[in-house]
């Protein structure tokens, strides 16, 4: 896999962080008048793609999402902000850490609502994995999540494999149950 011609081979973090503010509006909510959470993920998928577009400046897309969990819910009327960084980068592949607060419009309270890692592959036209900068992390903070995403990296990859496996041993059992 080539790099890409006139990018640096590393980056700094503070290059790519990305930051989106919505307001929910009804479209977005529940009967309960509280935020989607398939609305909630479509905006964090949007503020991750932001900071790996930055770092990789090509093409970018989604190839996980780790599990999320919505934490307290957004009402209808809060401010959602989003915050993005990408934690590593790998050949082709980064995983960017994306955190949501609600904001209420009328105390000014702001509450952490839910956090996520999600991976993106940087990809050429025709859709093909290309390398892409390395991070530099510079802070206490950007040291210890640099450290965890290759913990979640080398996780990520187990339970692919074991899940390949499973796969594969149930087509195994259902070719000879079928024989
Ligand atoms: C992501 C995608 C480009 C990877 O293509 P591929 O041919 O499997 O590429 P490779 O096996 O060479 O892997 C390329 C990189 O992707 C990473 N990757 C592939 N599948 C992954 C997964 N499920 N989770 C995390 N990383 C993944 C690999 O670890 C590798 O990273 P590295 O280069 O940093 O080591 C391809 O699977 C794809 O296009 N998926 C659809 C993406 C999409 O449309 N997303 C929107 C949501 S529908």
Do not use: C
Request: glycine share 4%; charged share 25%; no cysteine.
């Amino acid at each position: 896999m080539s790099p890409q011609p006139n990018v640096p081979s590393s980056r700094k973090v503070a290059e790519s962080m990305s930051e989106m503010t919505e307001i929910v509006l009804p479209n977005d909510t529940n009967t309960l008048h509280n935020l989607l959470g398939g609305r909630l993920m479509h905006f964090i998928d949007l503020t991750g793609a932001m900071a790996a577009y930055r770092h990789a400046r090509t093409h970018v897309v989604t190839a996980a999402m780790d599990h999320i969990d919505f934490i307290r819910p957004v009402r209808l009327g809060d401010l959602v902000t989003l915050k993005s960084s990408v934690n590593r980068a790998f050949t082709s592949s980064m995983e960017v850490g994306v955190k949501a607060w609600a904001e209420d419009t009328r105390s000014g309270e702001k509450v952490h609502v839910a956090s996520a890692y999600l991976v993106f592959v940087a990809i050429d036209e025709e859709g093909h994995p290309v390398k892409v900068p390395k991070i530099e992390p510079q802070t206490p903070d950007e040291l210890r999540r640099y450290a965890g995403a290759l913990r979640r990296r080398e996780h990520r990859e187990a339970e692919n494999a074991r899940r390949r496996e499973a796969k594969q041993a149930t087509a195994a059992l259902q070719e000879a149950a079928e024989s």
